[in-house]
């Protein structure tokens, strides 16, 4: 039997509709006719479609009628195999694709409407929503940013099993690349190894990137791009697959020392993990983020194994894609004045000594449940 034969169901109509139900109270309340969506994820989680981002386009969201989708006439047979949704508009690329949203709402009978713009996404420039603007005169505009944001954060048991098959890739692919990497291989078999594996194990090309990888004196660098080293006795490898499984993205970190660690190492390694399991177990409904966050922050500087701490302990995960690498909708640092919910996901990540440890991480009433598997550990 084929791995992709194990995959679940994709999102039945019922489920979408409750999406959209649920977006629809918000706009009820803020008085909203019809909403304009057009960042990537949005249009996905709405419409089940990832749209390009050559032109702009949009997903038109009436308040009591059923959304159109404003897409380029060479993704219609895209469009057609994975939305739930019919109604659709399309534009050739010798056209203004602003202009036939604009017209479409206008054809529609919403040019004079109370009219939803997404001021915080990546797809709506400065230049784009002033032209919307001046193409709608008659219309009210009404700014919609973060509602999306926030109401994607309580994950639905479907999405939450997405995230386990993401999750799952990352287990396989971190085992294929630790089962490569040694003495006297390039770093780059290493990353292949890890990618081909994910691949194989039915990672989708929603983010644009797969892995990061990084080793010996760049394995302090969680974000170092690749490079074209041969591993050397002493080396510490930093893996961190991002696969994403139908858009829905999970990430880990280990590192594997290439020859026998040093005590030293083995103590980092084993203080770093301790201290991450109990921030794991504060991960529970109602708990202040900021409590969480630092029991990781204030744990590692205790030790003396890091000086400081600039960076987040966490930050959200679930439906993910370009050109944000990672969604920091939600975020774990000392000002985070937000508390958790149940059905949240989480990248918990933590750094020290030129090695990293983190997991994907859903909130549940027991506490953080990994949904990556693997050996927490120093690996050799």
């Not at 994709?10 to 309340?29: G, I, N």
């Not at 059905?343 to 020290?352: D, E, G, I, V």
Request: aromatic share 8%; net charge neutral.
């Amino acid at each position: 039997m084929s791995q992709a034969s194990l995959f679940p169901p994709r999102f039945p109509a019922e489920e979408y509709r409750t999406r959209l139900a649920t977006l629809r109270k918000v706009m009820a309340d803020r008085n909203i006719d019809l909403l304009i969506v057009d960042q990537f994820e949005h249009i996905n989680y709405f419409a089940g479609y990832w749209s390009t981002a050559a032109m702009y386009h949009a997903l038109l969201i009436p308040l009591d009628n059923e959304p159109i989708a404003v897409i380029r006439t060479l993704d219609a047979t895209v469009f057609e195999e994975s939305s739930w949704l019919k109604d659709c508009v399309t534009f050739r690329d010798d056209q203004n694709s602003v202009r036939i949203v604009a017209e479409t709402i206008i054809t529609r009978g919403y040019g004079t409407s109370s009219i939803g713009l997404e001021l915080d996404s990546n797809f709506l420039t400065v230049n784009r929503a002033n032209e919307v603007r001046a193409l709608l005169p008659g219309a009210k505009f009404v700014d919609f940013s973060a509602v999306m944001w926030e109401m994607r954060q309580s994950k639905s048991p479907l999405e939450l099993t997405y995230l386990e098959v993401a999750a799952g890739i990352c287990d396989r692919a971190t085992a294929a690349a630790f089962d490569v990497a040694r003495a006297g291989v390039n770093e780059r078999e290493v990353f292949a190894a890890m990618t081909s594996e994910a691949w194989r194990s039915g990672a989708d090309s929603g983010l644009g990137l797969s892995a990061v990888m990084s080793s010996g004196p760049r394995s302090t660098m969680l974000h170092a791009s690749l490079g074209n080293r041969t591993l050397t006795e002493g080396d510490i490898v930093h893996v961190e697959p991002l696969p994403s499984f139908r858009g829905y993205s999970a990430r880990m970190q280990r590192p594997k020392s290439i020859g026998v660690p040093t005590d030293e190492q083995m103590r980092t390694a084993e203080t770093m993990i301790g201290i991450q399991n109990e921030q794991y177990r504060a991960m529970k409904p109602g708990e202040d983020a900021r409590q969480v966050d630092r029991i990781v922050r204030e744990g590692l500087l205790a030790t003396g194994l890091r000086d400081t701490y600039a960076n987040i302990t966490g930050y959200t995960l679930g439906l993910v894609s370009i050109p944000r690498i990672s969604d920091f909708t939600r975020v774990f640092h000392p000002g985070s004045a937000w508390k958790l919910q149940q059905n949240q996901t989480f990248h918990m990540y933590t750094s020290a000594g030129g090695m990293s440890f983190s997991e994907t991480i859903v909130v549940t009433h027991e506490g953080g449940k990994r949904l990556t598997k693997t050996d927490r550990r120093l690996f050799c």
